[in-house]
């Protein structure tokens, strides 16, 4: 099969476009012809590396990737050959307490690596087969579009997972996301306006507000130039300060708490702003605040989150897709954060 692999980390460069042997379906396993795959921020990462990374050489990236069923391993029934699906990335034990109490996105035991997310520690997407165990698919409907499937799968299910499982998010709140621009952000737009809740978007760009307001942001607020945002957010909720604040970038905590009002729930699924900063405690008790942190979601919240993207409600933002063989470029640009919406990558037809 063609894949894109890379023998170490480093820049876009290290990544080849090859012919690498098509994996086995082992017990348990289903083999997917991939047809499309979609980037996300954690390939760039896996690809850069990270102190006490271990990989098994060559390396695929690729968390999203949707395609159809072609061979299937020992004990899978639930499968045919020629069905089309859609992967979901997270690779639970399906075994440990966790698993079976429906926590299977990795809450898991301390230290444990019985989880993994696919791409980043096992081999992933980015090649015209991958082997997946037969729990972690779920079926597209006709007519749907493989690359708007693939394009959904980690995005959603994330924003989902955080909002609505782990935030509780409630039809008439408020929640400020904080950036326009990140997968996860603009699935988390169209996730609270589905819940029913008034939307805040902070970012900085004319377009990339533009596709926040498309998405059904209520309210705009530029960075670049309200750099104090959170006075914004105060001054836009009558003093009140927003129910939920959606804070990927971590580094923006003390003014996500100063958005937040007393009482409120700040989200986190990832840290795009750097791992360590200060926050002043103060805030946390004296707000009687509450941060909540969760990553990828369950089985259940991928099935809940796929029947809505396919049934329109949550609709996937395509920026733009590259063939497979130019996995480089589609890095390069979202590298630079020029995207607008998902990259995805065309593996075969
Ligand atoms: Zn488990």
């Excluded at 377009?207 to 960075?223: P, Q, T, V």
Aim: charged letters at 20%.
């Amino acid at each position: 099969m063609k894949a894109v692999l890379f023998h170490k980390h480093g820049d876009p460069h290290v990544l080849e476009y090859t012919d690498f042997s098509t994996p086995e379906p082992g017990p348990a396993q289903v083999l997917v012809r991939i047809q499309a795959a979609a980037l996300n921020r954690v390939d760039l990462w896996t690809r850069q590396g990270w102190p006490g990374i271990k990989l098994k050489y060559p390396h695929i990236p690729g968390a999203d990737g949707a395609g159809e069923v072609v061979a299937l391993g020992p004990g899978v029934t639930r499968w045919t050959v020629g069905e089309r699906v859609v992967i979901n990335a997270n690779l639970g034990c399906g075994e440990c307490e966790f698993c079976l109490a429906g926590q299977d996105n990795g809450v898991g035991k301390a230290n444990s690596r019985d989880w993994h997310l696919l791409g980043e520690t096992v081999r992933g997407t980015y090649a015209g087969y991958v082997s997946v165990p037969a729990r972690n698919l779920y079926p597209i409907p006709d007519g749907f579009d493989v690359h708007a499937a693939a394009a959904a799968g980690l995005v959603y299910h994330t924003a989902w997972h955080s909002l609505i499982t782990r935030g509780n998010l409630q039809a008439g709140e408020s929640v400020l996301i904080v950036g326009a621009s990140g997968g996860v952000n603009t699935a988390s737009i169209q996730v609270a306006r589905l819940a029913g809740a008034q939307v805040f978007v902070v970012g900085s760009g004319v377009e990339k507000l533009k596709l926040a307001e498309a998405l059904g942001a209520d309210y705009l607020i530029d960075r670049s130039k309200d750099e104090n945002w959170s006075k914004v957010i105060y001054q836009l909720t009558n003093k009140r300060g927003v129910d939920v604040v959606v804070d990927n970038v971590g580094t923006t905590f003390p003014l996500s708490f100063r958005a937040a009002r007393k009482g409120g729930r700040i989200l986190t699924v990832g840290n795009t702003g750097g791992a360590k900063f200060e926050i002043d405690n103060r805030f946390l008790f004296g707000k009687h605040l509450s941060v909540i942190g969760s990553s990828m979601g369950t089985l259940k919240d991928f099935a809940t989150v796929m029947d809505l993207v396919f049934a329109g409600k949550l609709k996937p933002v395509i920026d733009h897709t590259f063939p497979l063989s130019e996995a480089r470029a589609a890095h390069e640009r979202l590298e630079r954060g020029e995207q607008l919406g998902k990259i995805t990558l065309a593996v075969s037809d």
